[in-house]
Every structure is written in structure tokens, then in C-alpha cells.
């Protein structure tokens, strides 16, 4: 797919990766419309991709509200015309152990921090798909649709709650891509290994360390690649169904 003049939905698109991602996709030429939950950032990151000569609108969305989604795809169609892209970046951490033992005291996840991670970043994903789909089989409008799952979609200490929702999006993944191909729309993801983000620059440097030593490359991806990773599926035609694993050569 030619970027320039499509318009492309991100989720979570107003900072770290999402942002990056807008970024480089206005770039190459594409409109945008970005969902978050903060304003004062979601016109921050519009006036930074607007800089670069295409239109972007900001769309303050919580994801795991039905009625917000329906009404912010509606809204998007209505302002911009025809959709060509979603990408569902939009995601949480409630990192726990799912039973933990310290001085006798036995602690567990707790039944919140499962299902606000799988709200955000399962349920999430099938409503803004969803109604994005549905609007572009209505438009007759064909692109392609990504989701980004993560390395720890094959499970990881501390994060079973993240990890479910990781693998539940590539499944998803693989589902929707074969049932949207009739109608021109394929479906793929991108699995980010360990990134410099804002999270991870907060890390101890011993501990930011001792997991940069443990990736093959020696050190971490940039939100960048992740960027150019997207708009290579976006790109390519006959990308669908798969998963674009960027993870400097780790696997968990």
C-alpha cells in the first residue's frame, strides 16, 4: 500500500512507540488520526506530525469502552473519509507473580491487575478492530490492520497477565487475517523484544544491564525500528497473518 494520503489509526498514539510510530508514518506521507487518553500530549504529537505536511487529528479514546470506540471510529470516518490502516498500539503493565512467597507471607496477582491488562490489551484490540474493520468492508476501502504482541507473548515471569494478552493478540491475529482477506484487508503483527522506552529508562542500571547483556545484539531496539517495521507491513501487499518478530535476536 502507497502511505501517501492514506489515513492511518493508531492507538496509544500520542507517546513511546505509538508516537514514533506517527512520526515515521507522516513521514512517508500518511494522515492520521491518534487515540489516547491525555489531550495535552494527543496535541503535542498532532502539531509534531502536522510539521511534516499531512493532516492529523487527535481523538481522546479509552479502548476498553464499547461506546467510545464505536463513536470515535464513527467520528474518524466522518472527518477524514475513507480508513486504510489501524494499528492497535495501546497497552498496559500490571507485572506480579502469580503467587509469591516473601518473609512467610504468600501474596498473589490480583483478579485487577488480570483483567485490566486483558481489558486494554485484548479486549481492546478486538473492539478497535472491530469497528474498523466493519468500517472499511462499509467504505469498500482495503489496507491493513497491525497489532502490536510483544516477546513475552511466550510467556515471562512476573507477567501472566501480559503474556495471555500478548498471545491472545497473535492468535487474534492469524483469525482475522483470514477471515478479512476477501475483503482486501490483511491483518499482521509486530513482537517488540526489550525497547528504550520511558519505562525502561527508568530502570537501575545494573538491572538495565544485566537484561541488555542477555540480548544477542547487545542492546536494545529503538521505538524507530519498531516504526519501520510497521510501515514495512503497511507496505507490503502480501504481508498477513504473521508476526514480525523484532527482538535483536532474543526469544524468551
Not at 3 to 15: A, E, F, P, R, S
Not at 143 to 168: C, F, H, L, P
Amino acid at each position: 500500500m502507497e502511505l501517501k494520503g492514506k489515513l492511518i489509526i493508531i492507538t496509544g498514539g500520542c507517546q513511546g512507540l505509538g508516537l514514533a510510530m506517527a512520526r515515521h508514518l507522516a513521514g512517508r506521507g500518511a494522515n492520521l488520526a491518534l487515540l489516547d487518553l491525555d489531550q495535552d500530549k494527543l496535541d503535542a504529537a498532532v502539531a509534531t506530525c502536522t510539521a511534516l505536511g499531512i493532516q492529523a487529528h487527535a481523538y481522546l479514546c479509552n479502548v476498553t469502552d464499547e461506546a467510545q470506540v464505536v463513536e470515535t471510529v464513527a467520528r474518524i470516518a466522518a472527518d477524514s473519509g475513507a480508513i486504510h490502516g489501524l494499528i492497535n498500539n495501546a497497552g498496559i503493565l500490571r507485572d506480579s507473580l502469580l503467587v509469591k512467597v516473601k518473609d512467610g507471607q504468600i501474596s498473589t496477582m490480583s483478579l485487577a491487575q488480570w483483567q485490566s491488562v486483558i481489558d486494554v490489551n485484548l479486549t481492546g484490540v478486538f473492539l478497535c478492530t472491530r469497528e474498523v474493520a466493519a468500517t472499511m468492508v462499509e467504505q469498500k476501502s482495503q489496507g491493513a490492520i497491525i497489532n502490536i504482541s510483544s516477546i513475552s507473548r511466550a510467556g515471562n515471569i512476573g507477567q501472566t497477565n501480559y503474556a495471555a494478552s500478548k498471545a491472545g493478540v497473535v492468535a487474534a491475529t492469524v483469525t482475522w487475517a483470514r477471515e478479512l482477506a476477501r475483503y482486501g484487508i490483511r491483518v499482521a503483527a509486530v513482537a517488540p523484544g526489550f525497547i528504550e522506552t520511558e519505562m525502561t529508562g527508568s530502570m537501575k542500571p545494573e538491572a538495565l544491564e544485566k537484561m541488555t547483556s542477555a540480548i544477542p545484539l547487545k542492546r536494545m531496539g529503538t521505538p524507530e525500528e519498531i516504526a519501520h517495521g510497521v510501515a514495512f507491513i503497511l507496505e507490503n501487499d502480501y504481508f498477513s497473518g504473521r508476526v514480525l518478530e523484532l527482538d535483536g535476536a532474543m526469544r524468551l
